[in-house]
T-cell receptor, first 114, second 117 residues
Framework: AQSVSQHNHHVILSEAASLELGCNYS??????LFWYVQYPGQHLQLLLK??????LVKGIKGFEAEFIKSKFSFNLRKPSVQWSDTAEYFC????????????FGGGTRVLVKP | GAVVSQHPSRVICKSGTSVKIECRSL??????MFWYRQFPKKSLMLMAT?????????EQGVEKDKFLINHASLTLSTLTVTSAHPEDSSFYIC?????????????FGQGTRLTVV
């Protein structure tokens, strides 16, 4: 079945460490890609999105993601995390092949230790 | 970004009763609304897609008679969980977008935690 995969379920790291969260999808054709963050007790917020153009996308709060079409990947990165980045991160794909519906990955729970 | 308001944020109901959850787009017209269900420590599972004025399209495995969706206006969609059972307890999230094109961003409500006792 076509899907969106996030490789890490849980990530624990210290402040100032670098973060990279993997996301792979299996849809062919045109895709739009998103990373959302869900802070404890809050609703989903958009971190960044890719529709077209430069495959390196910069988002809010110092996050960026790189779309590598040949690898069907859209990994999220942040060079130096803060305690406030503790949250759950979701990759999502809107694919024409999936009927233009937003499909989410399983999520990665990130804990940043102060 | 645009604001999507979901109400109530929490609800507890007895088995066998029905519960209605509202999803409103406050500052844009939501051509399309989506309803998701999120199990504990799991991702969001799409339940159904609704377009204003049309019947909702349900994902495979979702009972349309149990999860009634109404999208009667461009700013309001409702999800009614009918004859609720404890296994319906979950976190329900709506999202809304202004257009039907692929490159239109969807905005999310804050979610509704339903507990059926």
């Amino acid at each position: 079945a076509q899907s969106v995969s996030q490789h890490n379920h849980h990530v624990i790291l210290s402040e100032a460490a670098s973060l990279e969260l993997g996301c792979n999808y299996s849809y062919g054709g045109t895709v739009n890609l998103f990373w959302y963050v869900q802070y404890p007790g809050q609703h989903l917020q958009l971190l960044l999105k890719y529709f077209s153009g430069d495959p390196l996308v910069k988002g809010i709060k110092g996050f960026e993601a790189e779309f590598i079409k040949s690898k069907f990947s859209f990994n999220l990165r942040k060079p130096s995390v803060q305690w406030s980045d503790t949250a759950e991160y979701f990759c999502a794909v809107n694919a024409r092949a999936a009927g233009n519906k937003l499909t989410f990955g399983g999520g990665t729970r990130v804990l940043v230790k102060p | 970004g645009a604001v999507v308001s979901q109400h109530p944020s929490r609800v507890i109901c007895k088995s066998g009763t029905s519960v209605k959850i509202e999803c409103r787009s406050l500052d844009f017209q939501a051509t399309t609304m989506f309803w998701y269900r999120q199990f504990p420590k799991k991702s969001l599972m799409l339940m159904a897609t609704s377009n204003e004025g049309s019947k909702a399209t349900y994902e495979q495995g979702v009972e349309k008679d149990k999860f009634l969706i109404n999208h009667a206006s461009l700013t309001l969609s409702t999800l009614t969980v009918t004859s609720a059972h404890p296994e319906d307890s979950s976190f329900y999230i709506c999202s809304a977008r202004e257009g039907a094109r692929m490159n239109t961003e969807a905005f999310f409500g804050q979610g509704t935690r339903l507990t059926v006792v």
